[in-house]
């Protein structure tokens, strides 16, 4: 089955990282994922929060917002809420899963996802973009002698599935997600280790071997974006 933007149902939308994108912030990435943008900028605070204070070890936590004309229609400016707070924790965590946090001494790393464009997979995308902003800041941090070495352990992304129309599709579109019949966010390391598995029924059941098939689809999507990574971030991460 062909979609409207002429994809088959493995392929992903066309991608572009743009490396260094914000000049102030210690590491950043626009990431454009089809028609989704999202701005991902890494900051050093010399501080933690309070139960790691005296631990020795670092931490690393997310914001994700909206603009106003993000969407077809304008939103309101978002505040905290259930969404957005899941959606900060769900990049946090994702990132934190593949630092070595006892090697960035007593630091935090806040990563800004602002999304500027959204025609589904912002939070997803905002995993793969945050995780370049974050080794850029990183590498500045060890250029300047704050840690030793880029303390990354592995590299990360994340990519939506689901079944629209009983077709398995990788990487929906906000079109397809809005009508899909199961979606799923799917958050993965390259060496095949799951941080997340998100997945919802929208109108009917699925079955495991539907629900394989998808994180197999995933799995494909994920390679293809950390090879977009590794490329990339091939004079840092050595």
């Avoid at 390259?190 to 598995?197: P, Q, R, Y």
Wanted: glycine share 8%; charged share 25%.
């Amino acid at each position: 089955m062909l979609r409207k933007d002429g994809r088959g149902f493995d392929q992903i939308r066309p991608i572009n990282i743009t490396p260094e994108y914000i000049k102030y912030a210690e590491g950043s990435c626009l990431i454009e994922l089809g028609n989704t943008r999202i701005v991902c900028t890494a900051t050093l605070e010399e501080s933690v929060p309070t139960f790691l204070k005296g631990s020795g070890s670092g931490w690393i936590t997310a914001e994700y917002g909206m603009l106003p004309r993000s969407c077809v229609n304008r939103i309101l400016r978002e505040k905290t809420s259930g969404r957005i707070y899941e959606i900060q924790r769900l990049i946090g965590r994702s990132l934190r899963a593949v630092v070595d946090l006892t090697l960035m001494g007593e630091r935090t790393i806040w990563i800004d996802c602002d999304v500027i464009q959204a025609d589904g997979g912002t939070r997803t995308a905002s995993i793969t973009g945050g995780f370049v902003a974050l080794c850029f800041a990183f590498n500045k941090l060890k250029k300047q002698g704050l840690v030793s070495k880029i303390p990354i352990k592995d590299f990360i992304s994340a990519i939506s599935v689901g079944i629209v129309n009983r077709e398995l599709l990788l990487d929906l579109t906000f079109e397809e997600d809005s009508h899909a019949e199961v979606d799923m966010n799917i958050v993965m390391t390259s060496e095949g280790k799951f941080v997340e598995i998100q997945g919802t029924s929208e109108k009917k059941t699925f079955s495991y071997e539907q629900m394989s098939s998808l994180i197999e689809l995933a799995r494909k999507g994920i390679r293809i974006l950390i090879d977009i990574q590794r490329d990339l971030l091939k004079n840092i991460l050595l």
